[in-house]
Structure formats: structure tokens, C-alpha cells
């Protein structure tokens, strides 16, 4: 029996282990600001700011195009190829549909660097833009983010989209906040779409 004891306590530090090493990590990740307009549960209206990206291209599913495009992105952060000092890495990873299965899958840098600062990519391969401030309807989810789970969530924000009077201005943006090693529970992902900058009323 104390054998028992001692295994269960012994998983039950390594659990405790694991997330407390993971929030520290993610602690230590830049996230773009936002102001919260309006929250509902696991769903808020959120005003961004301008932000600077480094953005690439690529074609296939959702999950093939997203981790074809993080490779030569990571490339141009860590400075593989081109000259200059490495960018710190930051969350979430994003990708948009482009239509006819093209995405455009884009690193947020860092909020100290204006789009002069940022060093230039080494090919044409990679774009750095700044996107204009944005006001987008958001819902948060964990898990590992498969085709049929982001399908649902971004039905429910649509759903509540509509409750709420709000109109879409722009095709969704799938964000993904963590490395494939963080476990599935702890996992943060987030659906964003654009939407037409009018007033909101107070959620119900």
C-alpha cells in the first residue's frame, strides 16, 4: 500500500512539475495587448493595436500550412539565415485563410520594434507588415486544436457575433499559443475575426 502512496504522490509531483515549469515559460512570452470591450463567458470584443508581423504564404490544410509556414519564420527570428541579432519569440502563432487553400500564417514581433527596426529577411519569401489597429470578436479555447474543434468554436463565436449585433469585417484568424510539447489541457487557443467598428452594448 505505501508503494501505491509513494506513485501517486510521486505523479502527482511531476504533474504539479510540469505545469508550474510551463507557466513560468509562458510568463516569459510576449502576447500583444489588447483592451476587453465586451466579455461573455469564454467570448470577448477585444481593440488591438497596431501590430508588427513577419508573414509567409503557404498552401494545404490548416495544420500542414501552419507548420510549414512556422519553420522559415523561426528561421528569420532566430537569424539563421539572415544578418543581425535574433527577435525574441512571442505568442500567439496566426494564421488567416486566403482562399482556394492559402493561408497566411504570421509571428506578431515584439511591441519595442517599429517596422523600420525589424531586420530585413534574408529572401523575398517573408513579408514584414504592420496591420492597422482591429476590433475582433474572440473565443479561447484549450486542447489540441484539431479541424473539427476549431470548426465548432468558431461557430459558437459567429453565433454569438450575431446575438450581439456585431458583423464580420474580414476572414477569422486562427491563433496558437503554444510549443507541441505543452500537454493538450494546457493548451491556448483562440479564434479571432474582424469585425465592424461600431459600439457594444453590455452582454446579457
Known sequence: MKI????????????VGVIV???VVVRG???????VVLQDGDRELRDYPALRVAEVERSGSRGDAVNAGFRPL????????REGDSIAMTAPVTQTPEGEGRWLVRFIMPAKYSLDDLPRPAGEEITL???DPQ?????????RASDSMVEEHERRLREWMTDQGLEAAGEPVYAYYDDPMTPGFLRRNEILIPVEDAPAEAAS
Open 74 to 81: 523561426a528561421g528569420y527570428i532566430f537569424a539563421r539565415e
Open 4 to 15: 501505491v502512496y509513494w506513485g501517486v504522490g510521486l505523479a502527482v509531483v511531476l504533474v
Open 135 to 143: 476590433r475582433m470578436a474572440a473565443i479561447r479555447f484549450s486542447g
Open 29 to 35: 512570452v510576449e502576447t500583444p495587448e489588447y483592451s
Open 129 to 131: 507588415r504592420e496591420l
Open 21 to 23: 515549469a510551463w507557466w
